[in-house]
């Protein structure tokens, strides 16, 4: 099983700052990367496909990038909305698998 | 895009329960379908895959043997029946669709639902 680990476990950050966050997979996993957005009480949101595609309606605020085991998603400049938890998920090999999280918070 | 789940609710170790979930807004018989989870305070969890000719199903390791995923086509309906059902089996369920990019599915999860809490508890 590949396992993600997603760093830092939480990000505190004023608006307007920019927000690297990192995941890192147990083998290579090519570019089959996924990152989601989760805020309390919604189900999460697809942001990033295939380590650095932007899905459908996703601001340019968001960008990727990443390739074999290290993994970013950066968030150029930080808005309001942003504040939420964000995971990575691997489709390369089964079982599928999630991050453990990060959560940018409002500093 | 809609995806409906249903059947959650609260039930003892070693009981039963039968999720649905209703699709609606996009041809359903094409696409494999999914079920991911979240225990409560918790990270994602990834349940269950089935493709969209119900030939190819997958699951996590905790899940199988227990968990059996299905699909209606003629109803645009998923399912998952869970048995022998833990308390670590707590959590909220999550029906959501896997996308085609460059036409072939890709193992994301681009459409989900509301979600259905499931219990587990004496």
């Known amino acids: 099983e590949i396992v993600l680990t997603q760093s830092p476990v939480t990000l505190s950050l004023s608006p307007g700052k920019r927000a690297t966050l990192s995941c890192r997979a147990s083998?290579?996993?090519?570019?089959?990367l996924a990152w989601y957005q989760q805020k309390p009480g919604q189900a999460p949101r697809l942001l990033i496909y295939?380590?650095?595609n932007r899905a459908t309606d996703i601001p340019a605020r968001f960008s990727a990038s990443g390739s074999g085991t290290d993994f970013t998603l950066t968030i150029s400049s930080v808005e309001p909305e942003d504040f939420a938890v964000y995971y990575c998920?691997?489709?390369?090999?089964?079982?599928?698998?999630f991050g453990g999280g990060t959560k940018v918070e409002i500093k | 895009v809609q995806l409906v789940e249903s059947g959650g609710g609260l039930v003892k170790p070693g009981g039963s329960l039968r999720l649905s979930c209703v699709a609606s807004?996009?041809?359903?018989?094409?696409?494999?379908m999914n079920w991911v989870r979240q225990a409560p305070g918790k990270g994602l969890e990834w349940v269950s895959s089935?493709?969209?000719?119900?030939?190819?199903?997958d699951y996590a390791g905790s899940m199988k043997g227990r968990f059996t995923i299905s699909r209606d086509n003629a109803k645009n309906s998923l399912y998952l029946q869970m048995d022998s059902l833990r308390a670590e089996d707590t959590a909220v369920y999550y029906c959501?669709?896997?996308?085609?990019?460059?036409?072939?599915?890709?193992?994301?999860?681009?459409?989900w639902g509301q979600g259905a809490l499931v219990t587990v508890s004496s």
């Open positions: 959501a669709r896997a996308p085609y990019y460059y036409d072939s599915v890709h193992y994301y999860f681009d459409y």
């Open positions: 807004g996009f041809t359903f018989s094409r696409y494999s």
């Open positions: 089935l493709s969209s000719d119900s030939v190819y199903a």
């Open positions: 083998q290579s996993i090519s570019i089959f």
């Open positions: 295939d380590a650095s």
């Open positions: 998920q691997q489709r390369a090999s089964w079982p599928l698998t």
